[in-house]
């Protein structure tokens, strides 16, 4: 489970797709445009695939920013319209703020008519951890690369490049921007970054950081344990991680507690 990732889901799903119109051709096509990107700006590109649910990915052999393994950075199709072996790259107060601005795009362009969602482009800078171990900034954009002939959205078009200025600054600079007009939108998702958790959910985690099981953090609170451990779980679907340390962990990175 990923950050936001049923709220996106339920953008992805307001799309029809009708298989049966789709040219391959065109898909063959953008990955050979990834591949020639990939070659150009020694990054990663991916392109995800609605029809299917996949994405197809190129990553440069020199992309050592990504910090991926050998495995990964091979691997040219995921079953999975989110990268997500690359998501766990990104520091995580970072990754919610992408997530929201990945939603607030496919938000707005997905409501557009089909030509003019393929003029706008999201974009951030994000710190990831590289091969070793330490937190680079990354250049990252989103956009719509093609619709289905009856117009909907069919590949989605992301990118991750090393940024040219490395300067420790706060925040990821989320924007999107309306490239015909040159309109640019700049965003900002601190409040809705703080509550990505409930205050419920804030408290459950402080007792949890302190070593506390469920069954005493119930007794604290004067709620069952089924109560106690759902929450747990939605801590865990909701900062991405697999294990209540992981969780303190991207929690106090977030700045959450």
Known sequence: MDVLQ????EVYATQEIDHTGLDKQILEEKLR???????INGGCAVISDLSNRKSYVSVHPWAN?????????????????DEDYIYRRIHPED?????LLEYSFFQKTFALPPIERLKYRGRCRLRMR????????????????ENTPDGNVWLIFCSYSLAADQRAEQGIYPTITQMESGMVETHSFSEEHRNILSEREKEILRFIRKGMPSKEIAVELCISVNTVN???????EKLSVSNSIEACRAAELMKLL
């Open 130 to 145: 590289n091969k070793s171990e330490e937190y680079q900034y990354v250049d990252n954009l989103v956009q719509i690369m």
């Open 230 to 236: 759902r929450h747990r779980q939605n801590i865990l």
């Open 65 to 81: 920013f990504l910090g991926l393994t050998p495995a990964e950075s091979a691997l040219d199709m995921i079953d999975s319209m």
């Open 95 to 99: 990754l919610v703020e992408k997530r």
């Open 33 to 39: 445009f990834i591949r020639s990107l990939t070659k």
């Open 6 to 9: 049923k709220e996106i889901e």
